[in-house]
């Protein structure tokens, strides 16, 4: 049985919880945890907890906000005025702004509406959480040579 190790893929099912115990997310059998191992897919401590397990073992691992996404950091709280939102987009409390379109790299998320525009908060929504992976181990396929290509964040391209 393989175990876990850099470049391998890890398939898992999983529940994260939040320090009273309420579900915060969790995989279904139709939408598992998927990523390759040592990529930077994975929050690093949770891939180090993982690292050497094998297909069926079941772990639970408790994660700080420093380990985790990070504390909440009110510098990332602020107004956007209304010229710099999205044209011709009702915006509405609890709505997620992407910039940069599906590419962009962070999310805001609309927590107010004021006269002049929105609040928008550019924190994790799991940040300044203590967090706990519930995961169990369903598959640890080997490395594939091009898993490079198919899991690289940035590719370059000539044009």
Same mark, same amino acid.
């Given at each position: 049985?393989?175990?876990?190790?850099?470049?391998?893929?890890?398939?898992?099912?999983?529940?994260?919880?939040?320090?009273?115990?309420?579900?915060?997310?969790?995989?279904?059998?139709?939408?598992?945890?998927?990523?390759?191992?040592?990529?930077?897919?994975?929050?690093?401590?949770? +891939?180090?907890?993982?690292?050497?397990?094998? +297909?069926?073992? +079941?772990?639970?691992?408790?994660?700080?906000?420093?380990?985790?996404?990070?504390?909440?950091?009110?510098?990332?709280?602020?107004?956007?005025?209304?010229?710099?939102?999205?044209?011709?987009?009702?915006?509405?409390?609890?709505?997620?702004?992407?910039?940069?379109?599906?590419?962009? !790299?962070?999310?805001?998320?609309?927590?107010?509406?004021?006269?002049?525009?929105?609040?928008?908060?550019?924190?994790?929504?799991?940040?300044?959480?203590?967090?706990?992976?519930?995961?169990?181990?369903?598959?640890?396929?080997?490395?594939? !040579?091009?898993?490079?290509?198919?899991?690289?964040?940035?590719?370059?391209?000539?044009?």
């Amino acid at each position: 049985m393989n175990s876990i190790h850099p470049h391998c893929e890890v398939i898992a099912a999983y529940t994260l919880t939040d320090a009273n115990g309420d579900t915060l997310a969790a995989s279904t059998p139709e939408t598992p945890l998927r990523y390759i191992h040592g990529a930077g897919q994975m929050i690093a401590a949770l +891939e180090t907890a993982i690292s050497g397990h094998q +297909e069926g073992d +079941e772990l639970n691992v408790t994660l700080t906000p420093e380990q985790a996404y990070g504390h909440h950091r009110p510098e990332l709280v602020f107004e956007a005025v209304r010229e710099n939102l999205p044209a011709g987009k009702a915006i509405h409390v609890g709505m997620t702004l992407t910039p940069g379109g599906q590419q962009g !790299k962070f999310s805001l998320k609309v927590v107010a509406l004021t006269e002049r525009g929105a609040i928008l908060d550019g924190n994790h929504p799991l940040a300044g959480k203590t967090v706990t992976w519930q995961i169990k181990i369903l598959a640890v396929n080997p490395s594939k !040579k091009d898993w490079q290509e198919e899991h690289q964040p940035i590719k370059w391209v000539n044009v």
